[in-house]
């Protein structure tokens, strides 16, 4: 006790010393003493442990203040000289504004990018700054930070043009470029130097502190407590879960307090866990170590002396207060970066090198205060910020190796201040000529890459976890040099041409040992046992490929850097090559009189590697020679003597071979790590490097070689030499290898071959290989992804290959091959194919991959089809090669590849060889219109003579002794082979093609004489053609009447064996025909439509037969019959609620009799209209309850749907349903002879009504053994009080009507069933009033007219729903329906025995109008009088109306704006009325009702308010009594008042309601007025509900997406309040914004133990337990129902291509589409959330599995 109070009195001691305190005298007397940082360490020794860390809890308020006062105010004092306020303010006068922004970014707040300015993708600017610049007209991209970047507003290296917004315009007199210390004066200089030297050394030394238990020298405490803390730091290996469990058990604390702890640990990277003495803290810290090193290594926790800890607390904030200081004046900040910067005396390191060389072993909140010190310090002051990036990349490997080690993420590490530096083009080229930064980034990245094979190549086998980790660190080094070499040089000094081509030797280093890495073999007998690893070396090759991409740039800038590379990389690969032939044997290959030596080498015996970077971008560089015309200029200076071609192509060949091989299914032993590879390989994110560069390598070495000794090779790496060689050897091998699998493989190598043979030839679209220019590749690439199918931009810009700008510069293009369709509600914008492009398809475009290809071709067939042209797909005209690659022509007319034709075609005579494919003689007839086309062109291009000579080749046939038919007999020959259909186009087109390359070589022979007889071959030719096309189209005119004939024959058969299917269709049609002509007398034939009353125009009786969608039975619906029911599902709703505050109810307590105007929760039924016999649903039922319980012990799982709850699918459509309600048949009625009018009737009910009270009264008594003194009342005649009506229903209705009952009682009052309890009638009739006052809403929103327009399966549910009500009471208990219906009539005719009715204020008139008609039968049962029930109904009907009426004129009447309007005596009658009528309920008011003279517009407003009541009456009335509406109220529009008040047997005037029976009506009215709570809602503060209430809407969101971003980034988490929440969430119902997916804000619902998150306990508060939220980082729209149920659904913010960018990846900006976000409203108000949660969860397992009550 004694402890506490002495604790309670430091304070005060404290206090004291604290108001006599002076920071003046403190400063004044600073600047007498010599040794001022010895004074200023005794003051904070004395000061800061007082202030910090007095006790186990923090006091941020009084800290603050304390600090302020104590610590910061003497320091400002001395710095200013004066009151620190003038003096910063001064110094703010006289400093030149910034032109730079530095706004440094929030985790989440938008950045913008300008795709058409910006230098590279870093340099972003924030909202304020974009808004005000240029580049909001150009295309941008919008995401979201990370946080911990900053604006780049204001560098004009970071950008284009542009480089400044409004605001940070520079002026034009600004000199820059003077120095910002020239405005101090040299006292000011040397006391600010003196402060931030000391403050700096002061706060550096205790960050990188590592002793917990003493201080460093000067800083000792006066006097030591033995006060400790137990702290808890962050690391990236434990889990929340793990963190929360561990502190429950160390420190006995709640869940609850663990959870904050593990919140802020996270959050700042360490807390105390613990306060007290040596021994309690570390019995903590033993206890927390013991827990977690089970699995990983420990959490980190340290005991810490208290003063230890208060001094790192005042180290951080004396760390924010210079940011603070130093944004007064540039002059500041130059002086702070001088002392960061500076070396110590003995050359050591400076306070910045120490504070980044320690950065690993610092806490996350700690790095965070100092690196945003930096940034505002060092990284906004040009001078120091060149300065600080040479000591960066002095230190760059040490802080990367730290790196490695450190368990903290990237975000949080100073190595993450690389992209502040590398982006900057000339920093990045001042740090590779002065610190060689490119070689120490490659070095240290190869250095942490140890593990390599004999051969000295990376070896990523059995990688364990530590080094998976530490391979992803490594990975960020990539990143770096990325940003370095990101912007290519436009100048070259010699010493950047040295470093570069240094670093450019670092980097080969890295490329060879990468060289032949993860060599394949292949699998022979078994399949392979261990799926080997190769995602490690595919990640490295993904992150180098951009890296590739630049250095060629770089290399391509400047011609003798070229040079040397080219150079550089030619040894390398000679040097890899002379590792790779060991044991490879000579041998020499012979074929067509041509004969070549190469090696022994079988792709599928030997080991193979598709990693061979060093050869690829040695095909780049050769690339380049040409396109830059180096080869031609300087070819003294290249090796280009010394290559070999056929090393060249080697490694390349074996790569494409064994794609083949895998193609031909021959690796299929060897996994699927090997298909991965292979497609990956050939995957847009890799193939520029790969796969493209291999094809490059090939086409290099053949225009360097001779085309037959290229063909040679290759027909031999591909197996297929001994096949093609000999004459005969085709048929030879296929007698010997009859076996199939093998014929097969080699028709797919030889396709693969051939196709390969098609792409070295044809792919010229690279500049520098054919004569095209850049943007011509992108768009054939273009044109080909169009070819397949009409595309999405996002789908588009996914098949483009992207540059390290992420930009694939498809825009610049995309407008002249395409055209853009926009998108409708649903889908996306496409962009189609322009006609004029499609002859640029080619069939064998080398980016397809078999799939695009035969999808491709189909397209094309059958568009051409379409246009009615002939199906062939002949390849397209190719640009010409440029010099250094044009030999490769040579290859289409070498006489291996004519043999190979001519074998092919050979093959294809016979029809069923099945030694050949029709892909193979596909291929072979384009290779034969490849080189047609060049010859073609040849001869319309060339002066000189043509020395392509195709033609004459194919048309001399063979050599002696075979004798064998030339290429084009064969081709007429196959012309018209019947077994080759498909290609005769083709055929034709070539044959065609010939004739006119033979006239045009005739025509520029010796004789200028017109030859006729290759204009009569062509036109022989064009006969031919029309004949077959004619035949063509004969064949299918015969195919077309045969399947007509067939189909006419089975729909007979069909129609003879349904016979009684048919009949139904008519019978029923006939019903619902006779069911619209009404019957009448035919003297009445135009009488008008009635629903309600005794004039209620008589329905005839009609059977009304259904069938069961289960077991398929018909059954007629009858009172007696078995029961039918409908699948349902109730849900609470709050769709109409007016007034979202309102707490719920207790249920247990509530009594829900009357529904409140504000309608702030109702229950909505609705249905999918399927029918089931009441037994089948109940075993089907049973059959999903079995079967749940079944599949919960196998696996805990959800499904989409709560068997629990009672949940189910409709068994047809798979509707999420709760509860089944029962058809019934129309009620009979009798009609009565008499009707008695309202005086006399409301006097028989009151009669009635007593003698109930009574006869209550006197059942309870006899229960009660006492009797009442009340006087008995005499039932009125034919009133049998003793009379128990049967019940007309069979067993099986009665159960389905006490099922549906107690299900709607459940869900409305979220309680356990009951059917006893006698609420569950009354929330049928509110479920059956809200749900026709939701569908009314809904009909007058969509402006459709009130009947007619519902799909069947609503009017259905209602009809049900309305019989249903009227029967239920026949259900439950009689005398409890009875008394319902007591209190329900009291509300409206005061009744002296009934306490506690409400104003007619608190009653929704719908409602009150549904119950008493539905509840009065349990009263007209026992009337033997002969008055009808509908009287009665007629009679409620006009009560309730009437104080309607009075309701509107008591809340709904606005001041008078408009001037008096005269209604030309129309309705003159009307206004009168409602005048006399307003002005009496103000004598019954007084000054609670203001006065209104206007009588026309009290009229208007009676008729717009009451309005919906009467539609929502109109739809009750029909489907009670079933009486057809009247044609005007089929249509939707003004003008049915008149037919609204005549169906309802009204009159159009309501007023003669009033009028027609005043001394009845004066009563009740004042009766009603008369009620207390009137004059407390007029007067009271609570807004009234005022009618017609407007329907809700969802809330109006911005029309720029980045506008949400930009308020859910400012947008802080409630409960941890400094914390930016990580997933704000909106909710769409009411605006609120909520901090999703996060402990801290998870909160207990109702008294349950689980916790859930913000979103699911928001939907329970506002939406009943459904939610529509949009999660505004994800740009993803959420709906949630209950707590185990949610979807993601299509966000209503679409780009300008028609699409929706769920999760910002894209980035492209975001406007609101109006029509997608009606959508969603609709299925709001629809009710239809729940459901479309269900379908989507059914059709999406994934779902299922997410735990959506923690959103």
């Not at 001022?36 to 000061?47: G, I, N, S, T």
């Not at 004092?77 to 504004?97: F, H, V």
């Not at 797919?748 to 051939?754: A, G, K, R």
Request: net charge negative; with cysteine; charged share 20%.
């Amino acid at each position: 006790m004694a402890a506490a109070e002495s604790d309670r009195e430091v304070p005060s001691a404290l206090c004291s010393e604290f108001l006599n305190f002076s920071a003046k005298d403190t400063a004044a007397r600073w600047l007498q003493v010599s040794d001022l940082p010895r004074e200023v360490y005794q003051h904070l020794a004395c000061y800061v442990p007082q202030i910090y860390c007095q006790g186990p809890n923090l006091n941020p308020q009084s800290e603050e203040l304390l600090t302020q006062l104590l610590l910061q105010s003497p320091l400002e004092w001395y710095l200013c000289g004066e009151e620190p306020s003038t003096g910063l303010a001064k110094l703010e006068q006289i400093n030149q504004p910034s032109q730079l922004c530095g706004h440094v970014f929030k985790v989440g707040e938008p950045t913008y990018s300008c795709r058409e300015c910006a230098a590279d993708p870093t340099c972003v600017l924030c909202m304020q700054c974009f808004l005000g610049s240029v580049h909001k007209e150009h295309r941008y991209r919008m995401t979201t930070s990370g946080g911990g970047g900053f604006c780049d507003c204001g560098d004009t290296e970071a950008w284009k043009e542009g480089p400044y917004c409004q605001k940070h315009e520079p002026n034009i007199s600004d000199s820059s470029q003077e120095d910002p210390l020239a405005h101090l004066t040299p006292d000011m200089i040397a006391r600010t130097y003196n402060v931030f030297s000391i403050v700096l050394k002061y706060a550096v030394d205790m960050l990188t502190w590592e002793k917990e238990d003493e201080l460093p020298q000067g800083l000792e405490p006066p006097e030591r407590a033995d006060t400790y803390y137990c702290m808890l730091f962050n690391d990236e290996v434990h889990t929340y879960e793990q963190v929360i469990y561990t502190l429950q058990k160390a420190v006995n604390c709640t869940q609850k307090e663990a959870v904050s702890f593990a919140t802020t640990v996270d959050r700042d990277g360490r807390k105390s866990v613990r306060y007290g003495d040596f021994q309690f803290c570390e019995q903590a810290k033993s206890i927390i170590v013991r827990n977690t090193s089970r699995q990983s290594k420990p959490l980190r926790v340290q005991v810490m002396h208290s003063s230890v800890v208060a001094h790192q607390c005042f180290a951080l904030k004396a760390l924010g207060w210079m940011g603070h200081v130093i944004r007064h004046s540039d002059a500041l900040r130059r002086v702070l970066c001088q002392v960061g910067l500076q070396r110590g005396p003995e050359g050591e390191g400076s306070l910045v090198d120490t504070l980044m060389l320690c950065d690993s072993k610092m806490w996350k909140g700690a790095r965070n205060v100092y690196h945003q010190l930096l940034m505002s310090s060092l990284l906004m002051d040009l001078k120091y910020k060149k300065l600080f990036a040479i000591q960066f990349a002095k230190n760059y490997r040490r802080l990367q190796t730290d790196f490695m080690e450190d368990d903290h993420e990237r975000l949080v590490s100073i190595t993450s201040l690389s992209v502040q530096l590398f982006t900057v083009p000339t920093m990045a080229r001042m740090l590779i000529t002065e610190e060689n930064l490119m070689t120490t980034i490659i070095r240290t990245f190869v250095d942490h890459l140890r593990h390599r094979d004999l051969q000295g190549r990376f070896q990523f086998e059995r990688y364990t976890a530590q080094q998976a980790f530490k391979f992803r660190r490594v990975q960020s080094l990539i990143g770096d040099l990325k940003y370095v070499l990101i912007s290519r040089p436009t100048e070259w000094s010699d010493k950047l041409r040295e470093k570069f081509l240094e670093g450019l030797d670092a980097f080969l280093e890295l490329l060879k040992c990468m060289q032949g890495m993860d060599p394949v073999v292949r699998q022979v007998g078994q399949h392979i046992e261990m799926e080997p690893e190769w995602e490690a070396a595919f990640t490295l090759q993904m992150k180098l490929t951009h890296i590739i991409s630049m250095i060629q740039e770089w290399c391509s800038s400047d011609e003798r850097v070229l040079i040397e590379a080219y150079k550089k990389c030619l040894t390398i690969l000679t040097h890899c090559h002379s590792g790779f032939t060991d044991g490879e044997q000579p041998i020499t290959l012979s074929m067509c009189g041509h004969s070549v030596d190469t090696i022994r080498y079988c792709v599928s015996q030997e080991k193979v590697s598709i990693h061979l970077p060093v050869s690829r971008l040695l095909a780049g560089l050769h690339v380049l020679l040409s396109k830059s015309e180096v080869a031609y200029r300087f070819p003294e200076q290249l090796p280009l003597s010394e290559l070999s071609p056929p090393m060249l192509i080697e490694h390349p060949l074996r790569c494409l071979v064994l794609c083949a091989q895998v193609h031909a299914g021959m690796w299929r032993r060897n996994g699927f790590s090997l298909v991965n590879q292979i497609y990956y390989y050939h995957n847009v994110k890799c193939r520029v490097e790969m796969f493209d560069k291999d094809l490059i390598m090939l086409q290099a070495g053949a225009s360097m070689m001779d085309a037959n000794h290229f063909l040679m090779i290759m027909l031999s790496r591909f197996e297929l030499f001994h096949i093609f060689s000999s004459i005969d050897g085709r048929k030879r091998y296929s007698r010997e290898n009859a076996n199939k699998d093998v014929v097969q493989q080699n028709n797919t190598l030889i396709e693969e071959m051939l196709h390969l043979i098609i792409m070295v030839v044809g792919e010229r679209f690279v500049a520098g290989i054919g004569q095209v220019h850049v943007c011509e590749e992108i768009k054939r690439e273009i044109i080909h992804q169009l070819c397949i199918r009409p595309m999405a931009h996002s789908e588009l810009v996914k098949a483009l290959p992207e540059n390290e700008n992420k930009e694939t510069g498809m825009e610049r293009v995309i407008d002249s091959v395409a055209s853009f369709k926009k998108p409708g509600v649903t889908g996306r914008g496409l962009y189609e194919l322009r006609p004029a492009c499609a002859k640029q398809f080619n069939l064998y475009f080398h980016h397809y991959s078999r799939a695009d290809q035969s999808k491709a071709e189909e397209a094309q067939r059958k568009l051409k089809r379409q246009q009615g042209e002939d199906t062939a797909l002949p390849p397209p005209v190719l640009p010409q090669f440029c010099a250094l690659f044009g030999s490769l022509v040579k290859l289409l007319q070498c006489d291996v590849l004519l043999s190979i034709l001519h074998t092919v075609l050979q093959w294809s005579l016979e029809p069923s060889g099945g030694h050949w494919s029709e892909s193979m003689l596909q291929r072979v007839l384009h290779l034969i219109g490849m080189a047609l086309l060049e010859e073609h062109q040849q001869l319309e291009n060339s002066e000189e003579e043509a020395t392509f000579s195709f033609t004459l080749k194919i048309s001399r046939p063979g050599e002696a002794p075979s004798n064998s038919a030339s290429i084009l007999a064969l081709l007429e020959t196959l012309q018209n082979a019947p077994h080759l259909e498909v290609h005769k186009d083709t055929i034709r087109w070539i044959l065609k093609t010939v004739a006119s390359i033979k006239t045009m070589r005739e025509r520029t022979a010796t004789t200028p004489v017109a030859d006729h007889g290759g204009q009569s071959q062509e036109e022989t030719v064009r006969d031919k053609d029309k004949a077959e096309r004619k035949r063509k189209a004969e064949m299918a005119r015969l195919r077309r009447e045969k399947i007509m004939a067939q189909m006419s024959e089975m729909q007979r058969h069909f129609i003879n064996e349904n016979k009684e299917l048919f009949q139904q269709t008519s019978l029923d049609e006939l019903e619902a025909s006779a069911s619209t002509s009404v019957e009448h007398s035919p003297t009445s034939a135009d009488a008008a439509l009635v629903c309600v009353g005794p004039r209620r125009t008589r329905v005839c009786e009609r059977k009304q037969v259904v069938t069961c969608i289960l077991c398929q039975e018909e059954q007629e619906i009858r009172p007696e019959g078995r029961a039918m029911v409908l699948a349902a599902f109730v849900q609470r709703s709050t769709v109409m609620s007016k007034n979202r505050q309102r707490l719920p109810p207790d249920p247990e307590k509530y009594d829900p009799i009357f529904m409140h105007p504000d309608l702030s929760i109702g229950t909505h039924t609705g249905s999918c209209g399927h029918i089931m016999h009441s037994h089948c649903w109940q075993r089907y039922f049973e059959a999903v309850q079995a079967k749940e319980q079944r599949r919960q012990q196998r696996l805990r799982v959800h499904t989409s749907y709560d068997v629990e709850n009672g949940e189910f699918l409709c068994p047809l459509c798979e509707c999420l349903s709760n509860t089944v309600i029962p058809l019934l048949p129309l009620k009979k009625t009798s009609s009565s002879c008499d009707p008695p009018t309202l005086g006399p009737w409301l006097k028989t009910i009151g009669q009635q009504v007593r003698s109930l009270h009574s006869a209550h009264r006197k059942a309870k008594a006899t229960s009660a053994e006492c009797l009442d003194s009340e006087p008995d009342c005499p039932a009125p005649q034919g009133f049998r009080l003793d009379h128990t009506p049967p019940s007309p229903y069979s067993d099986s209705i009665k159960e389905m009507l006490t099922t549906f009952g107690t299900a709607t009682y459940k869900v409305g009052l979220k309680v356990h069933p009951n059917e006893q309890d006698p609420r569950v009638a009354i929330l049928c009739w509110g479920s059956c009033a809200y749900t026709i006052q939701s569908i009314e809403r809904l009909l007058v929103d969509e402006e459709k007219p009130l009947f007619g327009s519902l799909p069947c399966r609503q009017d259905d549910c209602l009809s049900s729903l309305v019989r249903f009500g009227s029967a239920c009471w026949t259900a439950g208990c009689l005398s409890t329906v009875q008394t319902h219906f007591i209190r329900l009539l009291a509300a409206l005719v005061p009744d002296p025995q009934v306490n506690g009715s409400p104003c007619i204020l608190d009653v929704d008139m719908f409602h009150l109008l549904v119950s008493l008609v539905l509840s009065h039968s349990s009263v007209h049962c026992l009337d033997d009088s002969g008055v009808t029930v509908d009287v009665g109904q007629l009679h409620f009907l006009h009560l309730v109306t009437m104080a309607h009426v009075v309701q509107i004129l008591l809340t709904s009447v606005p001041v008078e704006m408009t001037m008096e309007q005269e209604s030309g005596g129309a309705e003159r009658e009307e206004e009168e009325a409602v005048c006399r009528l307003y002005n009496s309920l103000r004598t019954h008011l007084g000054s609670a009702l203001c006065e209104v003279s206007s009588g026309w517009h009290l009229w208007r407003c009676v008729k717009a308010g009451i309005l919906p009541y009467l539609r929502a009456t109109a739809i009750f009335f029909h489907h009670l009594n079933g009486v057809t509406p009247p044609p005007e109220l089929h249509v939707f529009g003004p003008g049915q008042w008149e037919a609204l008040c005549g169906y309802l047997s009204l009159p159009c005037n309501l007023l003669q309601l009033f009028y027609s029976h005043q001394d009845l009506m004066e009563p009740l009215l004042q009766g009603w007025c008369s009620h207390p709570a009137v004059k407390q809602c007029l007067q009271g503060s609570a807004t009234l509900v005022s009618f017609p209430r407007e329907s809700n809407q969802l809330i109006e969101l911005p029309e720029d997406y980045s506008a949400l971003i930009n308020q859910a980034s400012s947008f802080t988490c409630p409960r941890s309040g400094v914390d930016k929440s990580r997933a704000p969430t909106l909710c769409l119902v009411c605006g609120a914004m909520l901090c999703s997916q996060s402990y801290c804000c998870q909160t207990e619902l109702d008294g349950e133990k689980e916790e859930v998150g913000a979103c699911t306990a928001h939907t329970f508060s506002c939406g009943a337990g459904v939610g529509i939220f949009l999660r505004v980082r994800e740009s993803q729209v959420l709906f949630l129902a209950g707590k185990t149920k949610g979807c993601f659904y299509a966000p209503p913010y679409l780009d300008d291509y028609g699409e929706t960018d769920q999760g910002l990846r894209r980035g492209n900006p975001l406007h609101l589409c109006r029509e997608r976000y009606r959508k969603i409203q609709k299925l709001w108000r629809q009710h239809s959330i729940t459901e479309e949660i269900g379908h989507a969860q059914e059709a999406n397992q994934t779902l299922v599995g997410i735990d959506w009550q923690h959103l």
